[in-house]
């Protein structure tokens, strides 16, 4: 069995914290068309590094019904700067137009086989997995990004059409488990990343 979630897996359901004060689900966003959930974090460069450009397909997106929803799995005992207090701020500073939760127990990224900080997840209207990987190519570096993945998926979805490439690589830096060293990874994801 895969570690990560396979593609027409149904949508794992969370109740999770989010950084404006309230707890979400899945069927808080029920009238969304598109669901994209990412695992992301506070610090990563590969998260800031392609934050505009996540930032931009939440908001070229919003009017075809596609919502964004970002999971923080990190262990703030492996990385502070992982912790509640610096998502709020995060927010705060940036206005990221998507709701940002808490995973501190880092059941929701096990259960859906997060590898990496950014990883996307993208789920039809039926929440079923349609999408599973990177963002884009060069998430580190912004001005180096040839190939946009997560635009190139919501623009065949929000077209009636199926998905050219519903599986890619993420590239990140690895969940910081906790009680694990920050390269740790579960030992049935090792042979998906390379």
């Not at 927010?91 to 086989?113: K, T």
């Amino acid at each position: 069995m895969s570690f990560t979630l396979e593609i027409g897996a149904q949508a794992i359901d969370f109740d999770l914290p989010a950084t404006d004060g309230k707890n979400y689900s899945l069927k808080d966003f029920e009238q969304a068309r598109f669901l994209v959930i990412f695992f992301t974090c506070n610090h990563c460069p590969y998260v800031v590094g392609s934050d505009e450009l996540t930032r931009a397909a939440a908001e070229k997106f919003e009017k075809d019904g596609v919502r964004f929803v970002g999971i923080n799995s990190n262990s703030e005992n492996t990385y502070q700067e992982d912790d509640f207090d610096h998502m709020v701020q995060r927010m705060n500073r940036n206005r990221f137009p998507w709701i940002y939760l808490r995973d501190e127990s880092q059941e929701v990224a096990l259960a859906y086989g997060a590898l990496r900080t950014p990883h996307f997840f993208i789920f039809d209207q039926d929440r079923r997995l349609v999408y599973t990987g990177r963002g884009v190519d060069y998430p580190r570096d912004a001005s180096q990004v040839k190939v946009n993945d997560l635009e190139r998926t919501l623009y065949e979805l929000t077209a009636g059409k199926m998905t050219t490439v519903p599986m890619t690589n993420p590239i990140g830096c690895n969940v910081k488990w906790e009680g694990k060293d920050r390269h740790w990874m579960p030992p049935e994801a090792c042979d998906l990343v390379y």
